[in-house]
């Protein structure tokens, strides 16, 4: 799920303020698994992995995989260990 919006909290006669917004970014090669919540304004880096049902609240850096609620470092990703796609024949 990507959002691009949200609310700021209002007065108690209506909790749901003022509509805000800002753009998720997603870098080329990132892997979002299923069930995934990006909020507004996070970017993701290229060949970036993000767990399953992990909510991104902050930036998270390329070739490093991230996971949980809210989604945090795992580990960083070797980039050379892994034979581009193409090799795979994708």
Same mark, same amino acid.
């Given at each position: 799920?990507?959002? !691009?919006?949200?609310?700021?909290?209002?007065?108690? &006669?209506?909790?749901?303020? @003022?509509? !805000?917004?800002?753009?998720? @970014?997603?870098?080329?090669?990132?892997?979002?698994?299923? #069930?995934?919540?990006?909020?507004?304004?996070?970017?993701?880096?290229?060949?970036?992995?993000? %767990?399953?049902?992990?909510?991104? !609240? &902050?930036?998270?850096?390329?070739? &490093?995989?991230?996971?949980?609620?809210?989604?945090?470092?795992? #580990? #960083?990703?070797?980039? %050379?260990?892994?034979?581009? %796609? @193409?090799?795979?024949?994708?």
């Amino acid at each position: 799920m990507i959002l !691009t919006g949200s609310h700021n909290i209002g007065g108690p &006669s209506r909790r749901a303020g @003022t509509l !805000t917004g800002a753009p998720v @970014t997603i870098g080329d090669g990132a892997w979002i698994g299923a #069930r995934a919540v990006l909020l507004p304004g996070v970017s993701v880096g290229a060949g970036a992995i993000i %767990a399953a049902g992990a909510v991104v !609240t &902050s930036a998270c850096e390329p070739n &490093s995989l991230y996971a949980g609620i809210p989604a945090r470092l795992v #580990r #960083r990703l070797d980039i %050379a260990s892994h034979p581009p %796609a @193409t090799a795979l024949g994708w």
